[in-house]
């Protein structure tokens, strides 16, 4: 088999023959068909680069367009926060909450929040402040002689010093649980209010009752006047707090206000604050959980009171 190509020439000069193996013709059209395909990728890329830059450019365009935005978002929102460091100022020297000196605004917004808010609801429904206009107290929480019995025995409250049929208001949120004369106690004309979290609140040797079994008081409301019923040597009001039917001085709880919020924590000790207030703040949004109203047992079981 010939695999050569015969190519004859002639001109004026002569005949000019040349030969060529034929595998050159492959190659030579091998190589315009690579050229060829070459070219078409090359106009393929070229188009797809020009594409894809369009998109960059457009893409460019929204970004600056966004970041515009964002400096001038920015700039709001520092102009908000300085507005907010400003207020934030008045309602911590309102309250006169100590901050440390160059303390996070996060952190100072959480402590305003709890002392603000939290602490609010916290003074509403645990007792606090005086259930009568304070002069003073004829017989302290404690061990002493019973003025009548002459027995030694725990006070489980303080007497109040009041003149007869002075106004008595709910120390804190509550249930009347118990609202009439009881005389097992000795306490004569007796209220006692359910507040929240295991808390009750005691009125003894009342005068008058302006409260039913059952009625939700809020603190502030007027619910009974002083008096001299049951045991009584004079005119007082006996006040009780109990955390889970246990007493705890009242005293603390009588004295205690906003500005010395943290005070009580330190003086009374019979209630798991930390937990209780935890338990607390999370119900802040919620309406007031009052607890139900135990039977009278409750009372005859405790006779002493």
Not at 140 to 168: C, Y
Request: glycine residues 8%.
């Amino acid at each position: 088999m010939d695999h050569k190509i015969n190519i004859t020439i002639e001109d004026a000069k002569g005949v000019k023959e040349f030969t060529f193996h034929k595998r050159v013709k492959h190659f030579a059209l091998y190589s315009a068909i690579s050229v060829i395909v070459l070219l078409i990728v090359s106009v393929i890329v070229v188009f797809q680069l020009t594409k894809e830059l369009g998109n960059i450019e457009a893409k460019k365009s929204m970004l600056e367009a966004q970041n515009t935005l964002l400096e001038t978002t920015i700039i709001n929102k520092e102009r908000e926060l300085t507005q907010l460091d400003e207020r934030l100022v008045q309602i911590e020297e309102m309250i006169g909450m100590e901050v440390e000196e160059d303390a996070p605004l996060s952190e100072r917004v959480d402590v305003a929040q709890l002392t603000s808010k939290q602490r609010s609801f916290i003074f509403e429904i645990i007792p606090n402040g005086s259930p009568i206009e304070y002069h003073g107290i004829t017989s302290r929480f404690g061990h002493r002689n019973h003025p009548l019995t002459g027995r030694r025995e725990l006070h489980k409250g303080s007497d109040m010093k009041a003149k007869i049929f002075t106004e008595v208001y709910a120390t804190a949120n509550g249930v009347v649980e118990y609202a009439g004369y009881h005389r097992k106690s000795g306490f004569g004309r007796l209220i006692i209010l359910n507040n929240s979290y295991g808390f009750r609140t005691y009125f003894a040797h009342l005068g008058k009752i302006n409260v039913k079994h059952g009625q939700v008081v809020q603190k502030g409301d007027l619910i009974a006047l002083t008096g001299n019923s049951g045991r009584s040597n004079g005119p007082h009001l006996h006040y009780e707090i109990r955390f889970m039917h246990r007493a705890v001085n009242p005293f603390w709880f009588i004295k205690w206000t906003m500005n010395n919020y943290e005070e009580i924590f330190k003086k009374e000790k019979h209630v798991p604050w930390e937990p209780l207030l935890g338990l607390i703040a999370g119900w802040i949004d919620v309406e007031l959980p009052v607890g139900r109203s135990e039977t009278n047992s409750t009372i005859e079981n405790n006779s002493t009171l």
